[in-house]
Structure formats: structure tokens, C-alpha cells
């Protein structure tokens, strides 16, 4: 379970308040850090980094003390963050010999099938190249109003390690493991070494939110092993404060919590799975179960058509399943609850009446 020779792409997430301190970014500890990928690099290994810290930075160039509150102030300090942040990567690096890449992102790049294969076209070149990608989410344009925002880099980084079929998540943080009771609340709390599946008991337990300038707590870290977890990607929560942490873990010590993974989707499914959908469409219980036969999805069994959406445009079906559509919002809600032959009389014999097809369309109790 905690062998990984054979690993040989591995993603290593950051979390704020492991890679800050109350002056700001933590430099000795950047150093610390490409110091270890330095060295997974000289074993062959192809490493890419997602780093929170940004707006933290940019909070503390501020002299910001409190959280930092608004969709506007933490754009704000995310632009005034982010290049200091990537200037002390950039030097810790260089010290080794290693070049790196800043690479942001919103979720709409991952939604969207041709962006997303651009992106993983270009981090696929970084890492043959010997290049340590570092990414983290666009803040100075992301915002959970318009829909462009992860939420938190917890979640960016299980998909991006998804998304590029990388072999093992590390996620450094300021805890030691996940427990078996919320270590704020139970003295008697004992950290659970190995998670071979995500329980509704664990998911209760987990906890809250993050820290002052950080969004994601233990919830949003279940939900991203969740996510690695479809791609056949290992993941190890570990105290991103031990020494030698990304050493120590690939010597396999038992340090932290590893999620092991399910059956691993293919790239396409994950990608429907991973996607925000552009809208809903409700079913009715006779397609549900046609769909779990492996059958595609027809007109006749659409009850109702939420938001609006194009062809290729993946959306939820009712709350069982994803799926890319094959007609757009507009002329399905038209063709709702009929029959093949009634939408070759309106449309003609050459019009498409498949809404999605089996290849298309991922359950997400998968």
C-alpha cells in the first residue's frame, strides 16, 4: 500500500497555512521543499506542485491581520500575491538546478474538453522536459458567483491529478492524519492510518472549514481523495511540518493517512465526472434504470429541462449521473417526452434522437 518504487508521477499539494507564517511566506520552508523534489526528480520521478498561499501573501503585503473577506479583496490579494509567490519558488528551485512553470487556472479550463486537453497537452510537455509546473487557481478572476472557482486548491489538485493520470497525490497540510473522531471536539481521537473506503462516518467526522487565509478543511480533502480516487491515483494526507516529509513518504514510512483507490475510470469518464455541468435534465425512473443497462438516453424519457446548454455541453441527470448531450437545451425542452417517430414528423428522418449515448453518461455513485 505505501510502496512507491514504481511510481513515477506524483503531485504535491501545498496547503496556506503550511507554507506561510505571520510575516508571510515561510522562504526556509520553500527551500525544504525543492530540496525533496529535487531530489524525486534526480529518481527519475516527474513532479508537479499545487500551491496555495496567494492570497495569504498578498494579505500579509498588505498587513491584513484578519481573514481575508470578499470576493473583491481576495482577488485583490491574490494579484499582489501571486508573483511573490512564484519569485520564491523560482529561487528555491534554482538552487538545485530546476526550472519551473507558473500555470493558473479556473474550472472552467477543466470543464471545457478542448481547454482541458490544451492544458494537459502543455503539462505533459513541462514534465518531459524536466519542468516543475506549479500551479495554483487564477483568484484575481475566479469567483464562486460566476461559477469559475474550485473553491479550494484541495479539490484542484485531485482533479489535475486526475486529469494528467498521475500516480500519487501528496497533500501537505497543518494536520497530522484524518481521524476516526473530529480532534477538536474528542480528546479520544485516534488517527486512522489506511482509508480503503470514504464511510458516511468518516464524511461526519471530518470537521469544518480551514484556517485564516486557507478555504479548505477536512470535507473538502475527503473530497478529493474521492475524486483521485476514480483516477486510480493513490493519496497520502500528511503534517506538511515533518522533516522530510515528501522523502519520508515515498520511502514509504507510515506517516499521515493514504487513501487507497477505487477501479480506475477512464480518462474520458473522469473528465464528464469532474465537470461542472451546464445544466440539469430530469428523467424519469423507466430511463434511469435503461441507463444503468447501459442504454442511451432518448427524449422520450425527459421530464423536464434545467439551464441552458449546448451540444457536447456535459450536464447532470436528475442526481444519478453525468452526461455529454448530444442536443442543446433549447430544442430538447421542444422534444421533451416524445417518441422517436413524433420527432421525425416535426424534424424530419435525419434528426438526431439520442440525447447522450452509454459511452457518455457516468453515474456518480460509480
Not at 306 to 323: H, P, Q, R, W, Y
Request: aromatic fraction near 4%.
Amino acid at each position: 500500500m505505501r510502496n512507491f518504487d514504481k511510481t513515477k508521477r506524483v503531485v504535491i499539494k501545498i496547503g496556506t497555512s503550511t507554507l506561510t507564517k505571520e510575516s508571510g511566506i515561510d522562504a526556509a520552508y520553500v527551500r525544504r521543499i525543492a530540496g525533496q523534489v529535487a531530489a524525486l526528480l534526480e529518481a527519475g520521478k516527474q513532479v508537479l506542485i499545487i500551491t496555495s498561499g496567494a492570497i495569504g501573501m498578498g494579505a500579509g503585503q498588505l498587513d491584513l491581520t484578519d481573514k481575508v473577506k470578499g470576493t473583491k479583496l481576495r482577488q485583490a490579494c491574490a494579484a499582489i500575491g501571486q508573483p511573490l509567490l512564484m519569485h520564491e519558488y523560482r529561487k528555491a528551485f534554482l538552487r538545485h538546478g530546476v526550472t519551473v512553470a507558473q500555470v493558473l487556472m479556473t474550472a472552467e479550463v477543466l470543464s471545457n474538453r478542448k481547454t482541458y486537453l490544451n492544458l494537459r497537452n502543455a503539462i505533459e510537455t513541462l514534465l518531459e522536459l524536466g519542468v516543475v509546473p506549479i500551479l495554483n487557481e487564477n483568484d484575481s478572476v475566479s469567483t464562486a458567483e460566476i461559477g469559475t472557482a474550485f473553491g479550494d486548491n484541495d479539490k484542484l489538485s485531485a482533479l489535475v491529478a486526475s486529469k494528467i493520470d498521475a500516480d500519487l497525490l501528496i497533500m501537505l497540510t497543518d494536520i497530522d492524519a484524518l481521524y476516526d473522531k473530529n480532534p477538536a471536539r474528542d480528546t479520544g481521537a485516534r488517527p486512522i492510518s489506511t482509508v480503503f473506503e470514504i464511510t458516511d462516518e468518516i464524511v461526519r467526522n471530518a470537521g469544518g472549514s480551514g484556517s485564516r487565509h486557507a478555504t479548505g478543511g477536512m470535507k473538502t480533502k475527503l473530497e478529493a481523495a474521492r475524486i483521485a480516487a476514480h483516477a486510480g491515483c493513490r493519496l497520502v494526507l500528511a503534517n506538511g511540518r515533518v522533516p522530510d516529509v515528501v522523502g519520508r513518504i515515498m520511502a514509504g514510512d507510515e506517516i499521515g493517512t493514504i487513501f487507497l483507490p477505487r477501479r480506475k475510470l477512464s480518462n474520458r469518464a473522469r473528465w464528464i465526472l469532474n465537470s461542472k455541468p451546464a445544466g440539469t435534465i430530469h428523467i424519469d425512473q423507466g430511463a434511469v434504470n435503461a441507463l444503468r443497462q447501459r442504454k442511451s438516453l432518448l427524449p422520450s424519457g425527459v421530464t423536464a429541462v434545467e439551464g441552458s446548454f449546448n451540444v457536447g455541453d456535459v450536464v447532470l441527470l436528475n442526481d444519478a449521473a453525468k452526461a455529454v448531450v448530444s442536443i442543446p437545451s433549447v430544442q430538447l425542452k421542444e422534444l421533451a417526452g416524445k417518441h422517436s417517430t413524433e420527432i421525425k414528423k416535426l424534424l424530419g428522418p435525419d434528426h438526431r434522437d439520442v440525447v447522450a449515448i452509454p459511452e457518455d453518461i457516468v453515474f456518480l455513485d460509480y
